[in-house]
């Protein structure tokens, strides 16, 4: 039977990007799904960098609209891209990744295939140098991101989530556009409000895409603490948007530093903490020595407790209504 071909139209914000936007191009350009039923939005939140000179190094040749977006927020440039299409179908793409000769291809089979309204596949997460490849490791550990299926595993299903997401159009005309109260958790929120207007969103073995993560600790720090902070702004815009799983390391930095201020009057306290802390680092050397590579071990151990702690100090400044990011 001949494949029709849907109308696709990417988007891709950006925002000092110069280091991966070319390798994203690049995938975009190697995609199987034919050009002429194409179009590739970029919204460039103003970069400082050479971003948008690699952009028009190939802005002649290719079906690319860029447009810019002083307010550099990334709710903002989704919006701005998806006003400006005119696909049948949305596809979000991320300036950190590449993507698969067939990944569009993929996306729009599986749109068509599935009843979801939006789709999307697992990730591989990938950085250069000792450190960056510990901290990969650490970002694909079920330990150090938890159940986040589309991280830790390949699987297909009906899910609560997906990264990079394909939608069909008509799910913006039903629910509207991506929160831009929200700087941080803006495919958590949309995709939760999918599926309380009775949608569904579903996750293919099949498709899949190469995330290039922070390399340094302190930008993959800086990540958890932002990434925490958002956990309770989103819940005061959308509280079904957040998973239990979300508030487990806002939970633990709670217990670490109240337990022991209350061990004198109730010393039941002591034990629980010895407990939780024994239960705590048994978990983490596992997944760093064990289920992890043991020469990455030794940076991945102290990671897993320290991308924890910060993302439970960010829940907790977002809690007292301190905004970081």
Known sequence: MEYKYPFVSVILPTYNEEKY??????????????????????????????????????????????????ERKTPISLNMGIKASKGQYIIRFDAHASFPIDYIDKCVRCL????????????????????????AKMLSSKFGVGASSFRVEKKSGYVDTVPFGAFKREVFDDIGF???????????????????NGGKVFISEEIHSTYYCRDTIFAVLKQGLQNGNALFWTMRVNPRAMKIRHFIPFLFLLSIVFLPLICFAFPVASWV???????????????????????????????????HISYGIGSFLGLVNIKIY
């Not at 991506?178 to 309380?196: C, G, P, Q, T, V």
């Not at 010895?274 to 983490?284: A, G, P």
């Open 273 to 307: 903490l010895k407990m939780e802390l024994v239960c705590y680092f048994l978990l983490d050397f596992y997944y760093s020595f064990v289920e992890g590579d043991r020469k990455q071990g030794f940076v991945t151990v102290w990671l897993f407790f320290l991308f």
């Open 21 to 70: 936007i070319k390798c994203c191009i690049q995938s975009l350009i190697n995609q199987t799904y034919p050009l002429e039923y194409m179009e590739w939005i970029i919204i460039d939140g103003n970069s400082t960098d050479r971003t948008r000179d690699i952009i028009n190094e190939f802005i002649d040749y290719y079906p690319i609209k860029l447009i810019m977006n002083f």
């Open 112 to 135: 068509k295939d599935t009843s979801a309204e939006n789709v999307g596949g697992w990730i591989e997460t990938r950085a250069e140098g000792f450190i960056g490849k510990s901290i």
């Open 178 to 196: 991506f929160n831009e109260e929200l700087l941080r958790s803006e495919d958590n929120d949309i995709n939760a409000r999918i599926k309380e």
